[in-house]
């Protein structure tokens, strides 16, 4: 089971400035439609980049709704990350809910 945060519990610590590491593993282009900020390492890239994510400080991976986010997250567990959530929803729950100005898509 990989473990998630929800946009509110991710806004409560970006403005409490506790915020985790973020990375965003959808592609480029869907990070010029709308982003939440953070590190973007595509989902398919994610093996030969794993380095670039660290393993001693909390990390959230989000992507459009949570489905990639959610395969980064078991990929990382299993590589041996203990320190990572999925954000529940991603970036349409975080319009939804956080940011109604954000454009979906």
């Given amino acids: 089971m990989v473990p ?17 590491i973020l990375i965003d593993v959808r592609e480029p282009h869907e990070v010029e439609i709308a982003s939440i900020g953070g590190n973007l390492i595509p989902l398919k890239t994610l093996p030969q980049r794993i380095a670039e994510i660290p393993t001693d400080v909390p990390v959230v991976i989000y992507c459009r709704s949570g489905g990639r ?6 990929f990382l567990m299993q590589a ?21 100005t954000m454009t979906k898509y």
């Fill in 69 to 74: 986010s959610g395969q980064a997250c078991e």
């Fill in 80 to 100: 041996g990350h203990k320190n990572v959530k999925n954000l529940k929803g991603g970036v349409l729950e975080w319009a939804d809910k956080i940011d109604a």
């Fill in 4 to 20: 998630e945060i929800t946009v509110s519990e991710l806004k409560n610590l970006i403005d409490a400035d506790s915020a985790p």
